[in-house]
């Protein structure tokens, strides 16, 4: 391993000895044995009544008698590849989870100065609000969510350096800056009555988080973006930075009214439309109500 990178080395060249190495022997060997078997199965559709047919059927025993030896020698063959290919299973095995350890260790290493402690047990850890996945194949990658896998934000390949600066995007993405508690209710107070009214809902009623979202996205377009709507004007609000946003605030009453998320069924957090995961719980409705505590 180098860098912090998976490595493919399993630090023994078994494809080196050219055509007598143990790979392309096994491989030579199962071709024969699967060309073998093909034979088999044309002589057993060739086999017919002898009284009628006898030399058809002849040919077509004897064919597949041939191929069953074939087939015998082969199976034989093929048995020995045990002998290289579970030492060679266990080594790649050994290597690979010695890379995995290297791959946390740097990693937790590059996050510390910037005060995230990485936490958990591979294939997935966690730093901070993120999940980072390392996903192992023929090539491997990391995959950065936010939350518990609730939002794939990026995929990077295995190396500390790259994910660390997928994280740094990750921060940036959901929290550019401080929190104003104070504004951003009053965001959330004037996007939640735009979504009841237009939904005719009564000042009461539950109205779903995505809609007090899609009103609170709209309410930050600039005038000129709603006076004539284009891609390049349009302010972008990320819903894992809305759903941030919700999880950092220290307070929940504006002007007398209590902020209250209702928490998602089960069969509301099947459809990502319908919920979003705050700290840690999925809320589905989002509304306001008298603070009877004053």
Do not use: C
């Not at 997935?124 to 996945?133: D, M, N, Q």
């Not at 504006?254 to 319908?274: C, F, I, N």
């Amino acid at each position: 391993m180098s860098g912090g990178r998976l490595s493919d080395d399993t630090g023994t060249d078994r494809k080196g000895d050219g055509k007598t190495s143990p790979i392309a022997m096994t491989l030579k060997a199962a071709k024969l044995l699967e060309k073998a078997a093909v034979g088999l199965v044309e002589s057993l559709g060739n086999i017919g009544d002898p009284h009628e047919k006898p030399f058809q059927v002849l040919g077509a025993t004897q064919g597949a008698l041939t191929s069953l030896k074939q087939l015998g020698e082969l199976w034989g063959a093929l048995g020995s590849a045990n002998e290289w290919l579970k030492p060679l299973d266990a080594e790649a095995r050994a290597v690979a989870e010695r890379s995995r350890v290297i791959f946390a260790g740097e990693l937790a290493e590059a996050l510390e100065p910037l005060g995230l402690r990485l936490q958990g047990r591979l294939p997935t850890l966690e730093v901070g609000p993120f999940t980072v996945e390392l996903v192992e194949s023929d090539k491997p990658e990391v995959r950065l969510h936010y939350g518990p896998k609730v939002e794939l934000l990026e995929t990077v390949p295995v190396d500390p350096a790259l994910v660390l600066k997928a994280v740094q995007r990750a921060r940036e993405l959901i929290e550019p800056g401080p929190l104003n508690d104070e504004a951003f209710l009053a965001e959330l107070h004037t996007a939640w009555r735009t979504a009841m009214a237009r939904r005719s809902f009564g000042p009461s009623e539950k109205v779903p988080i995505a809609d007090v979202y899609a009103e609170l996205v709209f309410g930050r377009q600039s005038a000129a973006f709603r006076a004539a709507p284009q891609r390049s004007g349009f302010t972008l609000v990320p819903r894992v930075a809305f759903a941030h946003d919700l999880g950092r605030l220290r307070h929940h009453v504006w002007q007398g009214k209590e902020l209250v998320l209702t928490v998602a069924t089960r069969d509301q957090t099947k459809k990502a439309a319908d919920h979003l995961w705050v700290a840690g719980t999925h809320y589905a409705y989002l509304g306001f109500r008298e603070n009877e505590r004053g």
